[in-house]
């Protein structure tokens, strides 16, 4: 039977998808103000996103942490403009003002109230005129209940198209700039004609008092080359760690007995330090302490390769055991906001593929970010492979208090040295340490539920420890003190599982290095 126009730009959809996401991987984003929207969704509460018709293409940018349901018409081309948002991660509803448009804008609007997510809609569209806003996100923000967040996206370089809205198309490399105006609420009622043209006149007044930021000259062609090359050889790495992962857990352990071996004879200095650090913070013999020191030589190895295997791993693996099912169960209910904390410990790379399968709710993995991008871009990828958003620590706070707000999770490595300003200084095996209190002060001020954890190597099996966890709700003292409590909590807990499973621990790195300031 031969396929109809529709099906055919339907069957378009997914080539032209990629060719859009390459495209959009070539800008380079500013956005001015993308706190009025999270200052609402943040909430759980949902807004409706209003933007010109000719400035739709850098879309992409404006669903990063965001859930949208988009109006899309229901003419040919919006057929391939709704495959190609769906592929995004948007819903759809389809309708415009002249077919099927108050159906699909009363779905919006129920999906809105519903489960919070974000409604978009070009307010000039489908078929204009141009730049003069109609009804249409006015009834949406009045039926939702939702505020109106008007948004300009103004490119650099473009090619302009002789349409009805006079398109804009951004040229590959080229800067987009995305400016949020306000939130603010729809008043009259939707009833009234005159009384909702006078707020199509007042979006329209918000949306053309948006303008284009001043930035600085763009960079040399040259150096946007080079910086396309090198997003390019961080998606083949990324696709090749892919395929070493494809060996399967018996061959990493072999590969990492070799680059064990092989750290062991090429850093002497690194030797040297966890042979002593053992020696001292565990009270052994000098023997004993570079035996132990040589096998975390190669758990640590065993750990950087495993970061493979995030993807083939999760909490129904045959290798994985559960010590305490009743807490994993009791976690995975998500019936408060969890901090997890854990230690550069066991298969600590692996607890990646697990925070991710907890839950639905929002789930945050708080790392130190790699000085090298290629590094960084293949294990960010490989850490959020099973729906948990990775973020350096240096930029955790604010997204990390959303996540907790919603019941979420967020999981940090609380052993490795940190700076006097940022640190409490505890006991941790048996010598004063620099402990990151930036975990404890965020769990404190959500009032959430600290719950240690770690995964160790059991032979060719992995298991995963979890401890009672510690309610913040209940401290008592003021929030210095209470996070002084939190961090002496996960602090003795690491202590505890690396006592556990000694040989699979960080030793090479300088856990003591920080010292306190002593008071003359």
Not at 270 to 295: G, N, P, V, W
Not at 399 to 422: I, M
């Amino acid at each position: 039977m031969p396929h109809s126009g529709k099906s055919l730009l339907g069957a378009f959809s997914a080539p032209v998808y990629w060719l859009y996401r390459l495209w959009c991987r070539s800008l380079r984003y500013t956005e001015i103000n993308r706190a009025a929207i999270e200052n609402t969704t943040d909430q759980g509460r949902p807004v409706v996103l209003s933007l010109w018709h000719d400035e739709l293409f850098p879309l992409i940018y404006l669903k990063r942490r965001l859930n949208i349901i988009a109006l899309v018409s229901q003419s040919d081309d919006g057929d391939l403009l709704a495959g190609v948002l769906e592929r995004m991660g948007l819903e759809t509803a389809r309708g415009s003002s002249s077919r099927g448009g108050v159906k699909a804008l009363l779905a919006a609007a129920r999906r809105m109230r519903e489960s919070g997510i974000c409604g978009c809609v070009t307010v000039d569209g489908p078929r204009g005129p141009r730049h003069e806003v109609k009804e249409g996100a006015i009834f949406l923000a009045a039926r939702a209940d939702a505020p109106i967040v008007p948004i300009r996206l103004f490119m650099e370089r473009r090619k302009v198209f002789k349409s009805w809205d006079r398109f804009q198309l951004p040229l590959p490399f080229s800067r987009v700039s995305m400016v949020c105006a306000d939130a603010y609420r729809v008043e009259c009622d939707i009833r009234d004609p005159e009384a909702v043209a006078r707020e199509c006149r007042r979006l329209e007044e918000k949306l053309g008092a948006l303008k284009a930021p001043e930035l600085p000259p763009s960079p040399s062609l040259l150096l946007q080359l080079s910086q396309m090359f090198s997003w390019a050889m961080c998606r083949v790495g990324y696709g090749f760690a892919l395929l070493l992962g494809k060996l399967g857990f018996s061959r990493i352990r072999s590969l990492a007995r070799g680059l064990g071996s092989l750290l062991w004879t090429c850093l002497p200095k690194r030797r040297r330090l966890a042979t002593e650090s053992i020696a001292r913070h565990l009270e052994l013999s000098q023997a004993t302490a570079e035996s132990l020191a040589r096998a975390s030589f190669t758990h640590n190895a065993r750990s950087f390769l495993e970061s493979v295997l995030v993807p083939e791993f999760g909490l129904s693996h045959p290798l994985l055991d559960v010590e305490r099912p009743d807490l994993l169960e009791r976690l995975k209910r998500g019936e408060r906001p969890s901090v997890i904390t854990t230690a550069h410990l066991g298969a600590w790379e692996l607890l990646a593929s697990l925070l991710g399968d907890v839950s639905d709710h929002p789930r945050l993995t708080v790392v130190r970010t790699y000085k090298n991008k290629l590094m960084d871009y293949i294990t960010t990828r490989l850490r959020s492979s099973h729906g948990a958003d990775v973020i350096g620590h240096r930029e955790a706070a604010f997204p990390v208090l959303r996540a907790l707000r919603k019941n979420g999770y967020a999981a940090f490595l609380a052993d490795h040295n940190t700076s006097r300003s940022e640190a409490f200084f505890l006991p941790f095996l048996g010598e004063e340490a620099a402990v990151n209190k930036g975990p404890a002060v965020l769990a404190v001020r959500a009032k959430a539920l600290v719950w240690p954890i770690a995964l160790i190597r059991d032979g060719d099996r992995y298991r995963i420890i979890i401890e009672e966890p510690l309610d913040t709700a209940l401290l008592e003292g003021d929030a210095e003190e209470k996070a002084l409590t939190v961090a002496t909590f996960y602090t003795e807990a690491n202590e505890r599982m690396v006592r556990r499973a000694p040989d699979q621990w960080f030793w090479m790195h300088n856990r003591w290095k920080t010292k306190r300031v002593m008071d003359d």
